[in-house]
Structure formats: C-alpha cells, structure tokens
C-alpha cells in the first residue's frame, strides 16, 4: 500500500483486496509504505472513511490475524514512527526484507 487519506479509494481498494485474499487462505503480507505508514500507528485507520466500503479498522485487523503486516523502516522514520508506535502486530522491516519476501517462489506483489 503505498497511498493514505490522500487516495481513500485506491487505499481502500487494497486493504480489500489484502483482507479478501487472507480470509480466503491466501499467505498475505501486507506493506504500508509512503503515506499508507500511518496506519501502523494505533488509531490511524480510522482516519480513512469511505462511503460503502469496510471500514479501514476492520481491513486492517483481518490483514493481522490472518496475515502479516509490515511498515516500511524508510517511509515510518521519515514520518518520525517508530517501532514502539506501531499497532500491536505491525513490524518494521526495509527493502531487503520485502526483496526477500517477494523473491519466495509463488510470491505475487501487487501495489495500491
């Protein structure tokens, strides 16, 4: 995720699409880079309202629960967030460990 408030409809397009893939049994670790680090941080999601969409808490915490969920370093340091910040469940990784993750065989990186 790669968009905030400063695009609800494409950030919420891929929230969906992340919480819809890991309820269905699909592996998903879900990044939140540039603006879209901000909901690391407890409280955040609900920022973002969308008329007729899931709310952006639920989203998230389905993402949690069934999957991973990682802001990146560069993008949360720039904002000053930092690890004892973030939402119980949320880790803090950079570039290498997303290389990593989307080099893994059957991996699928999808950007929003």
Request: glycine residues 8%; proline residues 6%.
């Amino acid at each position: 995720m790669t968009c905030g408030t400063d695009d609800p409809e494409r950030c919420n397009q891929g929230f969906t699409v992340a919480a819809t893939a890991a309820a269905s049994g699909v592996p998903v670790s879900l990044w939140l880079t540039g603006e879209a680090a901000w909901f690391a941080l407890p409280g955040r999601a609900a920022d973002l309202d969308l008329p007729l969409a899931t709310p952006l808490p639920d989203l998230l915490q389905t993402v949690l629960s069934l999957g991973s969920v990682t802001v990146c370093s560069q993008c949360a340091a720039r904002r000053d967030i930092w690890e004892k910040d973030l939402v119980a469940g949320v880790r803090m990784a950079g570039a290498p460990v997303f290389v990593e993750e989307i080099m893994a065989e059957h991996a699928q990186a999808l950007v929003y």
